[in-house]
């Protein structure tokens, strides 16, 4: 019996890499959709990632790898967005955007936990998900797939989401990777539309759109994917600095970084800046990336690179290393992962994952009016006064406007397990309504209504990738439809079903209340219902400011300080809602912030202590948010940071000191010449229940 070790996965990648063909080799990098010829590209491209299967075809497809010269299996991946999107009758959460309301960590990370435990059932071990992307102009389609406006709300909520996905590590059998994309500057659009240059410089990629990026690279995501964008020039795919210095030198990132769809392929028929595939496996490989989406044209291109000496074998092998080593690092030799009926037929959409769900639509509700007339507001209605309820609007009862993009029936799949979610596995608002509706209560229409809910906002034709609108109004007759409603004279609510802010006509800006929902997922309806008869308290805030009118965009909250004039000529600057905006059934106070000392040098720290107070007849939720304003910089710099925020729950006429720590590091500017640095200086630590000026109160620190 040899007494030799056994070998290490260093060794085992190396023992491997020895043995492969060239062919096999370039296989190894490709990742291609694998629905209905998954073993046609294992037997003839070598394949070493497929998307876009599951269940009995990701067995498959398993078993045709592993059984192949080498045994190398296939690493199976799918967009599970909010939600294992494209399993019918999974959990699906509402989308980013609306659990970025929540600022909940520990709600983010749970309902990534559920994702990945569902996806683990299905066969796939790797999910294309959170999306750091840093939202500025709303006509953008994908808005609603990020965490908003702000670095530091976009990188805590994301990194929770990456400790939900990856769970205990590489060797958790209900881990999934998780990925953090698009990298770099994405969302930095022309005119709003998809996958346009993004005009940005070195220093405001790292004032504003690293951040988030750095921070998931730093909490150990393990995948990172490229965006579509090109940047002074450059696309993302083929930016050597943003990929391989920026990513793998600055920030150690150990993972794999892989292309969005085609990205490969857009070298060459989109941006033009490559000849041909052999050109553009080149640049790619050499810029840092390791796995090639959807371009089976790189297998021939990279075949070409290598004949014609525009790539060596040496720089290849160094590739295939990194997407063999994480593949032993996964345990996927030992065991790739197969599906399991029992696991899929206990967990899958179980109860316990739509009680998740159920929490997340709850927490991702956001209260935007709520008028008080003879001191009673609308909201929440009073149960024990029957009342004549007519509900009515294009969402009021639209599953799919619900769940929105990126789930079944969305457009981006369909597939052997259904091309909707079952109809069952929604509760509607008009489903939630129905099973919450109190007694003596009817409902009837508006014309012989006591009150009109009316459910609008945007549907699947205006949302998502290459999806970007003109305008944001209401579509199809909805301003029409309002516009009748409140001509009726009757208590009218407003609820938003929308994948985005939205431009709001006058009748919804005026309405006695308005909640917005975003896309809260398959429980939304519960939730919104729960709200509207008093069993729930809405405690979500904005993450993502709302404008007035199209023409302000891009509006938010952080922009960099200096104009002529406090707005524009024909209108007001500040959004119709603010970033951190959201009202609730209790009226919260915050008291004045008190320091624990009033300078600090730059290796210390201040405590930051205010009371809050609910003012309110029934508990609640407060979210306090800590900002601050560098009163004089080096270079300029944003009017107004987040720094912190805390979500504190209390009773009826109860009080509480909520305390953060703030850092003097955590100040940081980046200079004229691109440097992270802090500067001495005044500061202004601003506390409250918003970014507006109205809702905070202050205090001064100075750094030395």
Same mark, same amino acid.
């Given at each position: 019996?040899?007494? @030799? ?5 260093? @060794?085992?990648?190396? #023992?491997?890499?020895?043995? #492969? ?19 046609? !590209? ?32 296939? !690493? ?18 509402? =989308?980013?955007?609306? #659990?970025?309301?929540? &600022? ?57 989401? %990456? ?78 600095? $943003? $990929? ?12 794999? $970084?892989? =292309? ?32 090639? #989406? ?29 997407? +063999? ?18 696991? %899929? ?45 007519? !509900? ?95 001509? !009726? ?46 069993? +729930? ?77 609910? +003012?309110? *007849?029934?508990?609640?939720? @407060? ?29 009826? *006429? ?13 100040? &940081? %500017? %980046? ?26 109160? @202050? ?6």
């Amino acid at each position: 019996m040899s007494t @030799e070790p056994y070998p290490s996965s260093a @060794e085992k990648v190396e #023992m491997l890499l020895g043995r #492969m063909t060239v062919e096999e080799k370039i296989g190894q990098l490709m990742q291609l959709d694998g629905r209905g010829r998954y073993i046609e !590209l294992i037997r003839d491209y070598h394949v070493g990632s497929l998307l876009h299967i599951n269940g009995s075809d990701a067995d498959a497809a398993l078993k045709a790898s592993m059984s192949g010269r080498l045994g190398i299996p296939v !690493l199976l991946a799918d967009d599970g967005i909010h939600g294992h999107s494209f399993w019918a009758g999974a959990a699906i959460f509402p =989308t980013q955007l609306a #659990m970025a309301c929540s &600022w909940d960590t520990e709600l983010l990370e749970e309902a990534a936990r559920v994702t990945a435990v569902e996806m683990r059932a299905t066969g796939l071990k790797w999910t294309f998900s959170p999306v750091l992307c840093l939202a500025r102009d709303l006509r953008w389609g994908r808005i609603g797939e990020t965490f908003g406006e702000d670095p530091l709300l976009i990188g805590e909520l994301a990194v929770a989401m %990456i400790r939900g996905y990856q769970g205990r590590g590489l060797s958790d059998p209900d881990a999934v990777l998780a990925t953090a994309k698009h990298y770099a500057g994405y969302s930095e659009t022309l005119g709003g539309r998809d996958a346009s240059e993004a005009e940005l410089s070195t220093r405001k990629l790292r004032s504003s759109f690293l951040p988030p990026f750095e921070r998931a690279a730093k909490a150990g995501a393990m995948t990172f994917m490229t965006g579509y964008q090109s940047i002074d020039g450059v696309p993302s795919t083929a930016s050597r600095w $943003l $990929l391989t210095t920026v990513l793998k030198e600055e920030w150690g990132f150990k993972g794999i $970084l892989v =292309t969005d769809w085609n990205n490969v392929g857009h070298l060459v028929d989109n941006q033009r800046i490559c000849a041909d595939y052999a050109e553009a496996a080149a640049v790619a490989l050499k810029a840092g990336n390791d796995l090639i #989406m959807a371009t089976p044209e790189f297998f021939d291109g990279c075949r070409e690179a290598l004949e014609r000496g525009l790539l060596s074998v040496a720089e290849l092998d160094a590739v295939v290393r990194r997407v +063999l080593n994480l593949k032993f690092r996964m345990g996927l030799f030992e065991n790739p992962g197969f599906s399991d009926p029992e696991r %899929i037929r206990t967990r899958v959409g179980c109860v316990a994952h739509r009680q998740v769900a159920l929490r997340a639509a709850r927490e991702s509700l956001v209260l935007l009016r709520n008028e008080r007339k003879d001191g009673m507001a609308l909201l929440p209605f009073d149960p024990s006064r029957p009342r004549k309820l007519a !509900l009515v609007g294009p969402n009021a009862d639209s599953p799919l406007a619900q769940l929105g993009d990126w789930s079944l029936g969305s457009g981006q799949m369909t597939g052997p397990s259904g091309s909707e979610h079952p109809r069952s596995a929604t509760v509607t608002v008009l489903d939630g309504i129905r099973r919450l509706l109190p007694s003596g209560w009817t409902l009837v229409e508006p014309e012989t209504a006591d009150l009109i809910v009316a459910v609008v906002g945007d549907r699947l034709d205006y949302i998502g990738e290459t999806k970007s609108t003109a305008t944001l109004e209401l579509q199809d007759g909805q301003i029409e439809l309002l516009q009748s409603l409140a001509a !009726l004279g009757k208590p009218l609510v407003g609820i938003l079903i929308n994948s985005k802010p939205l431009v709001l006509p006058r009748v919804l800006m005026e309405a006695p209340a308005l909640l917005e929902a975003f896309n809260p997922g398959m429980e939304g309806g519960t939730a919104i219902a729960e709200a509207l008869f008093g069993l +729930l308290n809405p405690s979500g805030k904005l993450p993502i400011s709302f404008p007035r009118h199209v023409g302000q965009q891009p509006v938010f909250y952080n922009a960099v300080r200096g104009q002529h004039g406090a707005g524009y000529a024909d209108l007001p600057q500040d959004p119709a809602f603010s970033f951190g905006f959201g009202l609730g059934y209790s009226e919260f106070s915050t008291g004045e912030p008190r320091l624990d000392r009033d300078a600090i040098r730059r290796d210390e720290a201040v405590s930051v202590e205010a009371e809050v107070l609910n +003012l309110g *007849g029934r508990e609640g939720v @407060e979210v306090v948010q800590l900002y601050v304003e560098d009163e004089v910089t080096s270079a300029t710099w944003a009017r107004r940071e987040l720094k912190a925020w805390k979500r504190v729950k209390l009773q009826a *006429g109860e009080a509480a000191r909520v305390r953060f720590e703030l850092k003097a590091e955590d100040l &940081w %500017i %980046i200079d004229a010449a691109g440097n992270k640095v802090v500067e001495p200086g005044r500061f202004r630590i601003l506390v409250g229940s918003s970014s507006r000026d109205r809702d905070l109160k @202050e205090a001064r620190l100075t750094v030395i």
